[in-house]
Each structure stands twice: as structure tokens, then as C-alpha cells.
């Protein structure tokens, strides 16, 4: 039996080829794979390598390409991975390109272009995506109100890195991602590996949202930083209160009360007060895999999650 980690997964690599193939367009993509299947089998009838600017090409692109055709087997591979090996590919593959085929090539590429440009200007067809283009600025302009009502905190977000990232870019205060809570920042774990500066800031975080958390359960809790209490610090000091909030069958969530499991930083004036809401929260989230009541976008569509971003915002 395959370890986990290491299962096959077909599924991956037939959608790592159908992105490639789009990708390159597949006049392309299919007459590399031509020229390279060709080569291949000249290689093997003739027992030696080509000239010297075919090799250099060849190392080049094989091995990138390869590797993570390889790859996308057992994991999910990003469709730009590929590119540096597709610079050396598509000098050695346009040398025995015919001009009907760079010219259907040239002619496919423009009209995908154009019409990409008209989705990207217009928003013509409307992508169901975790990503979006829109909306960013707006909400760069909406932080930059609150930091000015609030100029003695820093602005961090938890969301991996995308927001952190897109917040950079348009806004001139530096924003923090969720590696100053003690998670993996990706990026901004290595950008901001020193985070002493702001230890002296008070009450950074007005109001900690937490859903679907599972630091209700035992197993979690055993696993965190100072968990002991050894330390003599044990709990972050920078937050006024903490809300956590969790759907009806979140597994990951399977205890949702964690007030009473941290009820020594409101003993010990660390926070102000912590609250769990659980009843008559529903995640109605669905995708192509079916319910998924863990997913963050349900819950930011309830009810009860709006409300307290709403109670927030107003009262900041």
C-alpha cells in the first residue's frame, strides 16, 4: 500500500496537462511534444546525442518539464511552474516548425489574447474562483482609514498571503502577515522574521476573530507554544477581545467552546473578554465536492459573522 503523502493521483497530472496545453496553446504544446517524442526516438536508434546547441537546449527544458509532469502525480502543480524549461523548448521546437503552424499559432494566441483582455476590462463571464481582481484598491483605501483612526497599531492579515500581499502593493504601510500569531507567513516569514519592534505595541488586535478554530480540543492545545504555562509569558498581550465563532458540524471545530479553555488570560488581564457563538450558526458552503462546512467563505456569508464584523467596524 502507498504511504499518503505519496498516492497517485491521475487526476492532477491530467489537469497539470490541460493547463499546460492551454498554456502554450496547443498548436504548440502538441508540436513540442512532437518534436521531442522524434527526437527521443532518434536518440535511441542512432545511440548519441545531438549537436551542441540541440544538447544545450535539451538539458535545458527536459529536466524542468519532466520533473514536474513527475511531480504533478502526486501533488498539485502551479501552471507557471514550467515556464524556464519552455524558453529552451520553444527555441528547439520552432526550428522544426512549419509556417503554416507558426502562423495558426500567432493567429490563436492573438485571438485568446484579445478576448482575456476583454474579460479582464470588462468582466464579461463571471469567474467562480477563491481569487478576484476587483475590489482590492477599495480596500486598500478602507484600512488605510482605520490605521489612521488607530496610528498606534500595524495592520496584519491572516490569511496566508494573497491580502498581505495585494495591501503592500497599494498601500505605503507595510502590512504584516499571519506568521506575528505564530502561523506559517510563507513569504512574510522570511520578509519579516524580526517581529520584536512590535511586542511594544498595545492592543494591536482590537477584536481576534477566530471561526472554525480547533483550539477547543485537547490535541491542539497539547501542541502549542508555552502550553505548560512554563513560561512566564504564556499568552499574547496585544489583544482586547477575543470572538470565536463555529458551524454546526465543523469537524475540525468538534469543540467549540474555548473560553473556558482560556479562561486564565481574562484571569490574568491578558484580554478582556473571550466569547464563543455556536447556536444557530450555520456553513452552508458547497462546491463541486459538495458541503463543506469548514470552508471560510460560508461562514463570512453568515448571519452571525457578519454582525460581528459589522459591530467592529462601526465601533472603530
Given amino acids: 500500500m502507498a504511504e499518503r503523502g505519496l498516492a497517485l493521483k491521475p487526476l492532477l497530472f491530467l489537469g497539470t496537462l490541460g493547463t499546460q496545453l492551454t498554456l502554450l496553446i496547443p498548436v504548440l504544446f502538441c508540436g513540442m511534444v512532437v518534436v521531442y517524442f522524434k527526437l527521443t526516438k532518434k536518440v535511441i536508434k542512432k545511440r548519441r546525442l545531438f549537436d551542441d546547441p540541440t544538447n544545450f537546449l535539451l538539458a535545458f527544458s527536459v ?83 482605520l ?88 499568552y499574547p498581550g496585544n489583544i482586547r477581545k477575543w470572538i470565536n465563532v463555529s458551524a454546526r458540524g465543523d469537524l475540525v471545530a468538534l469543540d467549540p467552546a474555548i473560553a473556558n479553555d482560556f479562561d486564565d488570560m481574562v484571569k490574568k488581564h491578558y484580554i478582556e473578554s473571550i466569547e464563543d ?3 444557530g450558526v450555520y456553513n452552508f458552503y458547497r462546491d463541486e465536492k459538495g458541503l463543506n462546512v469548514h470552508k471560510s467563505y460560508g461562514y463570512l456569508a453568515n448571519p452571525v459573522v457578519a454582525r460581528i464584523i459589522i459591530d467592529w467596524w462601526k465601533s472603530a
Fill in 277 to 279: 457563538r455556536a447556536k
Fill in 63 to 145: 529536466p524542468i518539464i519532466g520533473f514536474f509532469f513527475a511531480v504533478s502525480l502526486i501533488t498539485r502543480v502551479k501552471l507557471n511552474w514550467m515556464m524556464p524549461g519552455y524558453v529552451a523548448a520553444i527555441i528547439l521546437t520552432s526550428r522544426y516548425l512549419g509556417k503554416k503552424m507558426v502562423f495558426s499559432q500567432v493567429v490563436l494566441s492573438l485571438i485568446i489574447h484579445i478576448l482575456l483582455f476583454i474579460q479582464v476590462a470588462f468582466y464579461v463571464v463571471e469567474v467562480k474562483s477563491d481569487d478576484t481582481w476587483f475590489g482590492w484598491e477599495q480596500l486598500a483605501e478602507e484600512v488605510e482609514t
Fill in 147 to 234: 490605521k489612521e483612526q488607530n496610528p498606534d497599531s500595524f495592520i496584519f492579515s491572516k490569511d496566508g498571503y494573497k491580502v498581505s500581499a495585494v495591501l503592500n502593493f497599494y498601500m505605503d504601510e507595510h502590512v504584516y502577515s499571519g506568521n506575528v500569531v505564530g502561523e506559517n507567513g510563507l513569504q512574510f516569514s522570511i520578509i519579516d522574521s524580526e517581529l520584536d519592534h512590535l511586542e511594544g505595541i498595545h492592543q494591536c488586535v482590537d477584536c481576534f476573530l477566530t471561526i472554525g478554530s480547533p483550539l477547543g480540543m485537547n490535541y491542539v492545545q497539547r501542541r502549542l507554544i508555552n502550553h505548560d504555562n512554563q513560561h512566564p509569558d504564556p
